[in-house]
């Protein structure tokens, strides 16, 4: 869904940079847990360390549950300027005026997409959940 591998999962799971719920074995993703993932993924393809975003993750992890809590469809954007995590409740169009009149690099994550590929992947996995579970004989028709 984010091009994540497993065993990166593992890895950031183990140095506690993301939280999923454990069942024995397996790891279990909420939608704003594997939101984390997709922001975590845009921001290491962006060429921040993990340490940088590790500083940054209870406040990201307050902001995604938030939004993921209300249901929210807004556009919600994540900031990263120097030190500073911002997040910008806007328009793409006004997103842009802000990072083209930046005195310094902005690196800018749609908290809003991400959220929408988990929805989107927990959807099709529960898809895919039923069809296992339908006879065949009922599939045919």
């Known amino acids: 869904m984010f091009g994540v591998s497993l065993r990166q999962l593992q890895w950031w799971d183990e140095r506690s940079l993301l939280n999923p719920r454990h069942e024995g074995q397996m790891r279990?993703?909420?939608?704003?847990?594997?939101?984390?993932?997709?922001?975590?993924?845009?921001?290491?393809?962006?060429?921040?360390?993990?340490?940088?975003?590790?500083?940054?993750?209870r406040?990201?992890?307050?902001?995604?549950?938030?939004y993921v809590g209300t249901g929210s469809t807004y556009p919600l954007f994540l900031l990263v300027r120097g030190p500073v995590c911002l997040f910008v409740e806007t328009e793409p169009g006004a997103l842009m005026d802000l990072i083209v009149n930046a005195s310094e690099p902005i690196y800018a994550v749609s908290i809003s997409v991400q959220v929408w590929k988990a929805r989107e992947g927990e959807a099709e996995r529960r898809e895919r959940l039923r069809r296992a579970r339908t006879p065949k004989a009922e599939r045919s028709c």
């Not at 406040?59 to 938030?66: D, G, L, N, W």
């Open 28 to 57: 279990l993703y909420s939608e704003a847990d594997a939101a984390l993932v997709g922001i975590v993924s845009e921001l290491r393809r962006k060429g921040l360390s993990l340490q940088r975003i590790r500083r940054m993750m």
């Open 59 to 66: 406040t990201i992890r307050y902001e995604v549950s938030r």
